[in-house]
């Protein structure tokens, strides 16, 4: 079963026909025009998601820190921590076209039983993509399917990023195995049936095999409150794995790369991955990480970005 509805992936399949699209750039200088190839998917997978209602990765890109505007912070109000509204990501295997990242909503991580805030959490997705969906959702006046809208947006290779940061000190170790957990909730609910994504027991190994490279992403030693973790993720128009990033305070920590997933389902169908389930569990219900988050993504969707 997939979780793109059918007039999304159409969306997504005639937005590979398109080769180039004309880009807005949020910066106080004029405007700069450049061909990037998965803007045009975003357009016409935006206008379908309105109609709907909702090992290492080789690519040949400069490995440069992407540029972004003088920007202004959107500050979550229980804990006072403001997220950039646009984010530096690194070059080279994730974001190939070096697109602006903007915040699309933000929320606290809580540990439900003790009401402890644990960090805080923002979603970025490249602004052209951002900009189209919300476009196209504030005509149709239809409260988007959130965990959909994202997985449409992974596989139609757009970037998409989430940023933690602790409200007070943690270790690397602590938000690792947090991460971990989270994806493994999901694989479970995919071998069981209950997730919309196929894991196949070759998908399995491979996704053994990511979570130990994850994990070797991560320093040793503490993580001191307001600092930031990235997490940053895109499907490759060339081999089709999902690659992922990491970057603490700007410093890039390494990347990983799924297995190529074009042939491993049926068409409509997509392959488990740990990229693209690790954004999702932020995404979607499963597993519950921050339900506010999400209230601020889709209200940003319906009613205007931050």
């Known amino acids: ?35 990037r190839p998965w803007a045009c998917a975003a357009l016409a997978l935006a206008a379908a998601a309105a109609a709907a209602g909702v090992g290492a990765l080789h690519l040949e890109a400069p490995h440069a820190s992407v540029p972004v505007p003088v920007d202004r912070v959107v500050f979550e109000q229980a804990t006072k921590i403001g997220l950039p509204l646009h984010m530096d990501t690194p070059g080279g295997d994730v974001n190939i076209d070096r697109a602006t990242l903007r915040l699309a909503g933000l929320g606290v991580r809580t540990v439900t039983f003790l009401g402890l805030r644990v ?88 996704l053994a095999r990511n979570i130990q490279q994850f994990k070797a992403l991560f320093p040793r030693g503490k993580m001191p409150e307001r600092h930031a ?33 074009m042939d491993a389902a049926a068409p409509g169908e997509l392959v488990f991955t740990l990229p693209m389930n690790l954004l999702l569990a932020y995404a979607g219900e499963r597993p519950d990480i921050s339900a506010a988050l999400r209230a601020s993504m889709v209200h940003s969707l319906v009613h205007g970005l931050l």
């Open 1 to 35: 079963m997939s979780c793109l509805q059918p007039s999304v992936l159409r969306g997504v399949r005639a937005a590979r026909r398109v080769p180039h699209c004309i880009v807005r750039h949020a910066s106080s200088a004029p405007p700069r025009v450049r061909p």
């Open 119 to 206: 960090y805080v959490v923002g979603m970025y997705v490249a602004e052209d993509a951002l900009e189209a969906t919300q476009r196209a959702v504030a005509t149709t006046g239809a409260t988007p399917n959130l965990e959909e809208t994202v997985s449409a947006w992974l596989h139609a290779g757009i970037p998409c990023a989430v940023r933690l940061v602790p409200v007070r000190n943690t270790d690397f170790q602590h938000m690792r195995d947090g991460l971990v957990r989270a994806v493994n909730v999901r694989a479970k609910d995919a071998r069981q049936g209950k997730n919309v994504q196929t894991l196949l027991p070759a998908a399995d190994a491979a």
């Open 229 to 261: 973790l990235d997490v940053i993720v895109q499907r490759s128009p060339v081999t089709s794995q999902y690659c992922l990033a990491m970057q603490y305070d700007g410093k890039p920590l390494g990347t990983l790369a799924s297995e190529p997933t």
